[in-house]
């Protein structure tokens, strides 16, 4: 059961459909994490934006890596401020769309009022949560930027690949544990992402959740090693109908 309330602009479009059972610990410990992440951004978002001018080309790269043609549907996962929109209308064009979710309502409002001011006609953004968002109809292309603990939670990549249609394009960026000698400076890694995320483990491979439900697997180290860049494409078997017309709310 979805425990946040949805968007204006989600009323009437979000369309529940069976979700994976999770365990009753497992969805504890979901919860676990998402309130430990929520409380954080509460406190990070008004300072958010400036935070991230550093790392502004790998949101490029991550952007570009998608490919994305005129006309296409992407999803941004966990958007955050919305700090990826304007790249993303760009690529799609006016033919496209964008859609957006966080579950984070200080850091969301900060897109919903990007979104505000830039009016772009072809942007949805949701307040919701990874592990049960929806869509009426499959994207082209995800987008996950810096969105450690959603890569880390089995049951939200399975959400979300299911929104995608065969074949569609995956990028991802984010922050992981130097290798080799550099190692010596992970503490500090695991310092620097614990300030942002719920579930700050897994910094060696976080990525190894979703590359195993990707094909055409790519991944190229930035920032010496503490960042990564990485595309994949969501194969058939992944894309499960989830729109059931019948019971949206
Ligand atoms: C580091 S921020 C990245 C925001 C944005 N993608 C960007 O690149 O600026 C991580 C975001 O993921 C969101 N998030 C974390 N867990 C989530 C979940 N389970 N469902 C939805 N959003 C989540 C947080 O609220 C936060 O806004």
């Not at 790392?55 to 992407?74: F, K, M, N, Q, S």
């Not at 897109?111 to 009426?136: C, H, K, S, T, Y």
Request: charged letters at 20%.
């Amino acid at each position: 059961m979805n425990t946040l309330e949805p968007s204006d602009a989600c009323a009437g479009v979000r369309l529940p459909g069976a979700l994976a059972p999770r365990s009753a610990a497992t969805q504890r410990r979901e919860e676990q994490i998402r309130g430990v992440s929520i409380g954080k951004y509460e406190k990070r978002a008004a300072r958010y934006d400036r935070t991230c001018s550093r790392t502004w080309t790998i949101r490029e790269r991550a952007v570009e890596a998608l490919g994305l043609r005129p006309g296409d549907h992407v999803l941004d996962v966990g958007c955050g401020t919305g700090l990826s929109l304007a790249l993303l209308v760009q690529a799609v064009g006016p033919t496209g769309r964008v859609s957006g979710f966080d579950q984070s309502p200080a850091m969301l409002a900060q897109a919903r009022e990007r979104l505000a001011q830039a009016g772009w006609p072809n942007v949805q953004l949701w307040l919701d949560i990874a592990q049960e968002f929806r869509l009426p109809d499959p994207v082209d292309a995800l987008l996950f930027h810096y969105t450690h603990d959603i890569l880390r939670s089995p049951s939200a990549l399975e959400q979300l690949l299911s929104l995608a249609r065969p074949g569609a394009r995956v990028a991802i960026a984010g922050i992981k544990y130097f290798p080799g000698l550099l190692g010596v400076l992970n503490p500090w890694v695991y310092l620097k992402n614990l300030g942002y995320n719920g579930a700050p483990a897994g910094l060696r491979t976080p990525w190894d959740r979703i590359s195993a439900r990707l094909t055409d697997w790519q991944l190229a180290e930035t920032q010496w090693g503490m960042g990564y860049i990485a595309t994949g494409r969501v194969p058939a078997p992944a894309h499960r109908a989830r729109v059931d017309t019948s019971t949206g709310t």
